[in-house]
């Protein structure tokens, strides 16, 4: 098992959770072919942006007092395939002519998705969900409060979307890894393929939970994506960004990573 520790003051005097023996920080697989993911500890932030888009209101303080683990990178083609391989998912999806590998996972549905975690559940007796938008904006802030994790202007080469001066922009996906991560060690929050998360959409967070748990009110047809993708211009990308599509719809725009499910 690899493990990297985060040089931040956040996570270096953490304990250990009892039920995984994992500090903060850790990165590890629960099997050959999962995917990597991180260990994040409870905490607290600002979700959305008072001063933006309709959808990001209200800015509101959220707390998050259980650890999970996140998965460092959208989930790939090659782990997807081990999925296909093992009969757990029927979904072989097109890669666009891009390449496959270590690639993110395009063109998948909301319940092609839900075959795969349901497969990854099985295989490591472990539970492995989408994240709720909240869980996926704690992760991608990274501890950070402006537009993106590097600061509020994209500058040049910092994640793939359009204009945003990467080989990929406007373009097509990028391998997963190929920008740096962010202070939590997540790479391609912004930008590259837009994640699904559980939320049902509503456009705005008044009466949304504020305890990490997804939205399951609004409208179930449509869930929440995050993160921008190649294809979009920068804003779309910011860290507080959040739109929607619906459940059926696969896109060459659109991946996920899985949240992994840590006892406190």
């Given at each position: 098992m690899h493990i990297f520790i985060f040089l931040s003051a956040?996570?270096?005097?953490?304990?250990?959770?009892?039920?995984?023996?994992l500090p903060a920080g850790s990165v590890f697989k629960d099997c050959e072919s999962c995917p990597e993911v991180i260990a994040l500890p409870p905490g607290s932030y600002v979700r959305g942006d008072?001063?933006?888009?309709?959808y990001?209101?209200?800015?509101?303080?959220?707390?998050?007092?259980?650890?999970f683990a996140l998965g460092k990178y959208e989930v790939t083609f090659e782990e997807w395939e081990a999925c296909v391989q093992d009969k757990g998912c029927k979904a072989t999806p097109d890669d666009h002519g891009w390449g496959k590998g270590r690639y993110p996972i395009?063109?998948?549905?909301?319940?092609d998705i839900q075959d795969y975690l349901d497969w990854l559940s099985q295989k490591t007796g472990q539970t492995y969900r989408l994240p709720s938008e909240t869980e996926w904006e704690y992760a991608a802030r990274?501890?950070?409060?402006t537009d993106y994790w590097w600061g509020d202007d994209v500058?040049?080469?910092?994640?793939?979307?359009?204009?945003?001066?990467?080989?990929w922009s406007g373009i097509g996906s990028a391998p997963v890894g190929s920008f740096n991560a962010n202070p939590w060690?997540?790479?391609d929050m912004n930008g590259n393929a837009w994640d699904w998360v559980a939320d049902c959409?509503?456009?705005?967070?008044?009466?949304?939970?504020?305890?990490?748990?997804?939205?399951?009110?609004?409208?179930?047809?449509?869930?929440?994506?995050?993160?921008?993708?190649?294809?979009?211009?920068?804003?779309?990308?910011?860290?507080?960004?959040?739109?929607?599509?619906?459940?059926?719809i696969f896109s060459y725009n659109i991946s996920f990573r899985v949240l992994r499910e840590l006892k406190p």
């Open positions: 956040l996570f270096a005097s953490l304990p250990l959770y009892a039920a995984d023996t008072a001063d933006s888009y309709k990001e209101r209200p800015a509101q303080k959220v707390t998050i007092d259980y650890p395009i063109n998948v549905t909301f319940q990274a501890g950070t409060t500058g040049v080469n910092n994640a793939n979307c359009r204009n945003c001066g990467s080989k060690g997540f790479h959409w509503t456009p705005h967070y008044a009466l949304a939970p504020t305890d990490g748990s997804p939205r399951l009110d609004g409208d179930c047809k449509h869930r929440v994506t995050r993160g921008g993708s190649w294809y979009y211009f920068p804003k779309l990308s910011r860290s507080a960004y959040r739109y929607k599509n619906h459940v059926d």
